[in-house]
């Protein structure tokens, strides 16, 4: 992993923290404490922020970056089961008294995030009754959407998932054009490659979509959310 300490910001965390939207809902005072003990990195795409089985040591808000988050069964099979933008944060666990990472959280698109001692933040939670609301309604909500996720996989087409996936990252990213390799996606959906490429030559054969060497335009928002299934509405909601 290459996380890399960006020492300019470190001291003030605050001018780049209202990038990070669930920072942005403490109060004042709580997140200038907060803020206090973070430093900002630079993440790169496909680094690992923790394996299932490790100890958390750190916990990460993204600001630009993407991270997804990955069930890993006997090692090497995965399947996403939830994204973090700026509206969140990686290792939320670390505070509500489990401190073993249950996925494996790798960087799905470079950028930057807040990152503190999950030790630090999970003192902060003790005594911040406002995080500790907030950690509360954002690990429901996680939960939400793993649930929602795993009941499409197992009942719905590919090409719908697919679309539910794009459209997730877009949401996230607040962009239609970003970079998504075959390989990320086959590991995020939890099929082959070739499925993948079936899947996303169908969405590009309708004019939805461009893709290209993993680097994916949304070319028709409305048709990619019609073709897309129930559960892209459900996860948005949450």
Not at 65 to 86: C, I, K, P, Q, Y
């Amino acid at each position: 992993m290459n996380l890399n300490f960006d020492t300019a910001h470190s001291s003030h965390a605050s001018m780049v923290t209202p990038g990070n939207r669930l920072l942005a809902g403490l109060p004042e005072d709580d997140l200038a404490q907060l803020e206090a003990q973070c430093e900002t990195i630079d993440a790169e795409v496909g680094d690992v922020l923790f394996e299932p089985g490790q100890t958390i040591r750190h916990v990460y808000f993204p600001i630009d970056a993407l991270v997804s988050l990955l069930a890993v069964a006997e090692g090497r099979m995965t399947l996403e089961v939830g994204s973090v933008g700026r509206e969140g944060m990686i290792g939320a666990s670390a505070a509500l008294g489990n401190d073993e990472a249950q996925v494996r959280a790798v960087v799905q698109r470079a950028g930057r995030a807040l990152c503190m001692s999950a030790a630090d933040f999970a003192a902060c939670a003790g005594r911040m009754e406002s995080l500790q609301h907030l950690l509360h309604r954002y690990t429901d909500t996680l939960l939400a959407q793993a649930i929602q996720i795993a009941v499409c996989s197992r009942f719905h087409v590919l090409e719908a998932r697919l679309a539910r996936s794009l459209l997730v990252t877009r949401d996230r990213l607040q962009s239609e054009k970003f970079h998504l390799t075959h390989e990320f996606l086959a590991h995020a959906l939890g099929v082959r490659r070739v499925g993948v490429t079936k899947a996303a030559s169908a969405l590009q054969n309708q004019k939805l979509i461009s893709y290209s060497r993993g680097n994916i335009e949304i070319l028709d928002s409305s048709g990619l959310e019609a073709v897309s299934c129930r559960c892209y509405d459900l996860v948005k909601e949450r």
